[in-house]
């Protein structure tokens, strides 16, 4: 299984940030990296993010914002 982060503006638009972080071996690997960088990536123009396990949506969008 790979799990992946799909990035968008505050409307759904992709974003594509800097740090896209790649690919991820478990969903574990996926949630600490974007808890480590979402300040960044909120920094980056990005409004939310939606976890995606082999391409299919596992939850989100998920708002990056307080």
């Known amino acids: 299984m790979v799990w992946t982060w799909r990035f968008e503006s505050a409307d759904g638009t992709a974003v594509t940030p800097e740090e896209d972080g ?9 949630e600490s990296w974007v808890g480590e ?4 990536l909120a920094d980056q123009g990005v409004a939310q993010v939606t976890l995606l396990e082999d391409g299919r949506q596992v939850y989100g969008p998920m708002s990056l914002h307080p």
């Open 22 to 30: 790649g690919t991820f071996a478990s969903r574990g690997d996926a």
């Open 37 to 40: 960088v979402f300040a960044d």
